[in-house]
């Protein structure tokens, strides 16, 4: 991670001293922006080797294969402790992206919930970032206009995200996604949200992915 910090530190370093090359080369540029002969600039071979440094994929890239495919998404959500889910069946089209470092899903169907029937659509992104050092998300949907952005660690066999969205009552209401990569071949996404009465967070539902 540190390697990378530096490697990203260079790169802005060359792009500034090639700026600072080209307003050289203007007749009233201020002394002060005249690129220094001991800097020197880097060549288009090294700026390509610090570029490829920094988008080289790490081991935590392959954990994102196993959602890759299209599925059927049954979604079973809980409405009420006790209660039985309710369940909705969709399509889930995940595919990689921008080389594997990211991977895209969209999500199309039915969603039920207390007794209504709401056309659904959804997309998502999620990817590894080495420089921080931890996987990032980011979801929308058709029933909200507030975007879900989470981050978090590969955890008790998990990616574990966890972030905020409005509550829907002028605040915000933390959220957390389990994303479980199944030895069978499947993929199970389960959410979580806080109790109302105790404030913990309690599994609200999941989605169990089955590959067509």
Same mark, same amino acid.
């Not at 590894?128 to 050092?133: E, L, R, S, T, V």
């Not at 574990?160 to 605040?171: A, C, I, N, T, Y």
């Given at each position: 991670m540190i390697r990378t910090a530096l490697t990203t530190t260079a790169l802005v370093g060359a792009a500034a001293v090639l700026s600072l090359s080209s307003a050289a080369g203007s007749a009233n540029a201020p002394a002060s922006l005249v690129a220094q002969p001991e800097m020197g600039q880097p060549t288009p071979e090294q700026i390509k080797a610090m570029m490829a440094e920094t988008a080289a994929k790490a081991p935590e890239h392959d954990r994102l294969k196993g959602m890759v495919g299209s599925w059927t998404a049954t979604m079973s959500f809980l409405t009420a402790p006790g209660a039985a889910p309710e369940v909705s069946t969709m399509k889930a089209d995940i595919k990689p992206v921008l080389g594997g470092r990211y991977v895209q899903s969209h999500y199309k169907g039915v969603f039920k919930f207390m007794g209504a029937e709401i056309d659904f659509e959804g997309m998502g992104m999620?990817?590894?970032?080495?420089?921080?050092?931890?996987? *990032?998300?980011?979801?929308?949907?058709?029933?909200? *206009?507030?975007?879900? *952005?989470?981050?978090?660690?590969?955890?008790?066999?998990?990616?574990?995200?966890?972030?905020?969205?409005?509550?829907?009552?002028?605040?915000?209401?933390?959220m957390r996604h389990r994303h479980i990569i199944n030895e069978n071949g499947s993929y199970t996404l389960e959410f979580y949200q806080p109790n109302p009465m105790t404030g913990e967070m309690a599994k609200i539902g999941w989605i169990e992915h089955t590959k067509e």
């Open positions: 999620i990817g590894y970032d080495k420089a921080a050092g931890y996987y *990032t998300s980011a979801w929308g949907d058709n029933l909200s *206009t507030s975007m879900l *952005t989470q981050s978090g660690a590969f955890k008790d066999g998990a990616i574990d995200l966890k972030g905020e969205m409005p509550d829907g009552m002028g605040g915000q209401m933390d």
